[in-house]
């Protein structure tokens, strides 16, 4: 047998995985291997793979992601901090048809848009929701958010976070466990927590999110909730390679990845 | 003195806030005023003074005024009431028209203006909705209808305008093609968004929209003049006041008195120029009637430019004046003994 | 002996040099040079070309898109 080269291999019908044709030739501005580059590109490939790109409306919010509408090519509106659900909200009731997501970051979703996160579950609006936890506020510089992790160190809670005081007075407040909580909603068809710190992670998030989209089309009411527990390097101050394990180790206890609920179902564990 | 240290504002800020002893302070982080929350979390006030820290999140200060400064930016059509109650803060149910400020001047962020409509009945409370669309969409910008707690609860007569069917998609797309409606095979996708970080193009985007309003401001100022034409002494009022400003105008004229009334129907774009215009043609005074403690009267004083006398006149906490005192009240301020 | 053959393509000036790609990949084909792009990033490449088995791993799990993977049945 003929020694086969690399020419032979990197052949036109030998390609199995590019990037999405949906999305824009723009960089990621985000950091090296930051988590909303690969959640972005697993979203283009479904909605590619799904065919709706021409009536898809995105809507990105304020954090790290506000730009997202600069890297996805559909139609895109960016929303107040923390709107992006109430936004999301509007256009599927005046555009039934239309494919919507919301695209938010933990500070923006379960801090200062606690009441349209929560409000839009409970009312079942038939979109799907993306919801990026890093555990911090990326943007602004690594500041305490809900969910960040107790004794975690941020710009805010610089020895670490501290839900009281020793005398039990208190301070910093508890994890949120957000998506638990919009679990327990009856207008959550379906709700789970995936990572994309792996192949394999990658591999069922894709599955969760197009099941989040499909829903949505087949479907009239219910949230499609997707949690993406993902890193923040950067502000966590580690390499992308170390925050990946870091999140395995500490962030995955606290928020365990799958299925919280299925066709309005709660998953008993 | 005080102690001298090397600071940011934002850390003087959070210092000088430990130490005049306040009690707590709620934060959000938002660049660039992060450290006024990070320094005091690292301060540690609680320990320092009891002061609390909380690192939550307000779903925001402005509400409405938020979003309505984010459609401004980019430059989405709505139309929004306002029925006003007393202030401030939560104040009293009765009616006021002490939201003329926060609606004609911006309760947002950022140089935008809405168009103000201040409907002095139930007939312009319908009529203005269509009005308001009309020029929301014209010119991609918000407008207010700027009602009061009278002109909201009181029943009159009104002529409704025809129903109209909704736009469908193909109509909405040939009208608006700014509209998201799904992004077309083999054209740009379309995004709505009031950020653009570059700061050439922030800047031309900010002269657009100033420009945008100078058009506004040239094609679309209201207003309704009665009894004028002869007057020495007009009143200024809109809404609710306008309706027994009119009073006062009759008891006014039953009296020997040559006064008017001057309702601008449009607060932004004010009818400055009508101002102007009726002082050329003699008139001497204006009174500023209004449910509040005196805030239009700053655009009628900002029109006389100093060449009238113009004070205000208005009761306020949910008290509607009466003709009698309005008319009495421009004797003593305006006209004189 | 390996029924497939891989090869990956790097678009190595969007490479941000995160490092993610090599622990993804489950045939230590991946290191990143040590040369930098023109961003100053120590780009990935293929350091054992004939490791690849064109699983794609290293593409699904790239953050930024920079990767094609091509495979080809022996």
Redesign the interface.
Known sequence: MAEITLQDIIQPENLVYEKSKLLTEKPFHYCPGCGHGTVHRIIAEVLEELGVDDRTIGVSPVGCAVMAYDYFDVDFVEAAHGRAPACATGIKRVWPDKVVFSYQGDGDLAAIGTCETIHTCNRGENITMIFVNNGIYGMTGGQMAPTTLVGMKTATTPYGRMPQWPDGTPNNGFPLQITQLLAQLPGTRYVTRQAVFSAAAVRNCKKAIKKAFQNQIENKNGVNFVEIVSNCNSNWKMSAVDANKWLQDNMLPVYPLGDLKDNFELIKK | MGELKLMKGNEALAEAAIRCGADAYF?????PQ?EV??YL??QNP?ERTGMVVL??????VCLKQ??LA?IAG?EVPCVFADVVRGGPGLGTIQPSQADYFQNTKGGGNGDYRNIVLAPASVQEMADFVPLGFELAFKYRMAVCILSDGAIGQMMEKVVLPEQKARLT?EEIKAKYPWA??????GTQ???????DLDSARMEEHNRHLQRKYDEVTKNEVRYEMIDCDDAEYVFVAYGSSARIAQKSVQLGRAAGLKVGLLRPITLWPYPTQAIRNLIDKGVKGFLSVELSCGQMIEDVLLACNGRAKAEHFGRVGGIIHTPEEVLEAMKKQIIGE | MAKFRGAIVVDIERCKGCGVCITACPCKVIELAKEVNGKGYNYAFMANPEACIGCASCGITCPDGVIKVYKKAL
């Open positions: 934060g959000y982080p938002i660049t992060s929350i990070e979390s690292e609680y690192q939550s999140s307000s779903p925001g938020e979003g984010y980019a998609e998201l409606t799904g992004r077309k095979r996708h379309r995004v709505i968004t009031s950020l």
